[in-house]
């Protein structure tokens, strides 16, 4: 039986293979052409991951466990496009940086804890690793620079023990927070900073001669290390960072 993951994986193009093996990519295109790049990437990810699921053999279900995309790709960053592409400035480029090869990699770690006693556990080590897997920067038809990043922290969690028979047991517990980030910068000439906008965890505004630079954010806990945040919770601190300034009213001639 043809392995369909397999040759699934084959009709993407060069530049499309090479972003699932390496699982990361950056760089600066319009809308529509990330969306032409990636989308195929998005097909092929669903139908390896029905066969991871249990729609295939033993051969296609390890080939699509190999070439895995994680979801962030397709279910955070490729619907996030069309919905930036309404209000961005015609011609203006996306800027896109996306790294999908996870948390728990040894560059990513940021910092170790001394080694401890707990309870029952003679050695406990906690590390923390910070995981910036989406950054984007973009234009608006309004004149205003749009940024944010999606970055996970991560406390994973060795612990060690040894029972009443002399038996050492060991495991890891992984707990993860997804913090996201916006920076809004809008010309003085067409906004001003407001009043009266719903409070967030993190809020900052930085005025200056030509433009206002409005900085709002907010963390989610995840339930996994794998979990995905709702698309939803970054639509909602980039109308939180707008809320902060209001359209400047002309005077009539």
């Given amino acids: 039986m043809a392995n369909r993951v397999k040759q699934a994986f084959n009709a993407l193009s060069p530049e499309q293979q090479d972003i699932v093996r390496a699982r990361r990519f ?13 989308s195929p990437i998005a097909d092929y990810d669903r139908q390896a991951d029905e066969t991871r699921a249990g729609g295939g053999g033993f051969f296609e279900r390890r080939y699509a466990r190999k070439n895995d995309v994680p979801n962030g790709l397709r279910t955070f ?11 961005m400035e015609p011609g203006a480029p996306l800027e896109l940086w996306v790294d999908l090869t996870g948390p728990l990699v040894s560059t990513k770690a940021v910092r170790h804890s001394e080694p401890y006693k707990k309870g029952a556990y003679r050695k406990v080590v906690d590390t923390f690793y910070d995981d910036a897997w989406l950054q984007v920067r973009t234009r608006f038809a309004d004149g205003a620079q749009l940024q944010f990043a999606v970055i996970d922290h991560v406390r994973s969690t060795f612990k060690e023990k040894k029972n009443p028979r002399g038996k050492i047991k060991r495991k890891t517990k992984n707990k ?24 967030l965890p993190k809020q900052k505004l930085k005025p200056s001669d030509k433009h206002t630079k409005v900085t709002v954010g907010g963390t989610l806990v995840a339930k996994q290390v794998d979990a995905v945040p709702q698309l939803e919770s970054l639509i909602e601190l980039i109308s939180g960072a707008y809320e902060r300034v209001a359209p400047v009213r002309r005077k009539k001639l």
């Fill in 77 to 87: 960053a490729i619907p996030l496009l069309p919905i930036l592409r309404e209000d």
């Fill in 176 to 199: 993860k927070k997804t913090e996201m980030t916006v920076t809004l910068t809008v010309p003085n000439r067409l906004y001003a900073p407001a009043t009266g906008s719903r409070p």
């Fill in 26 to 38: 950056s760089g600066a295109r319009s809308p529509d052409e990330w969306l032409a790049l990636l």
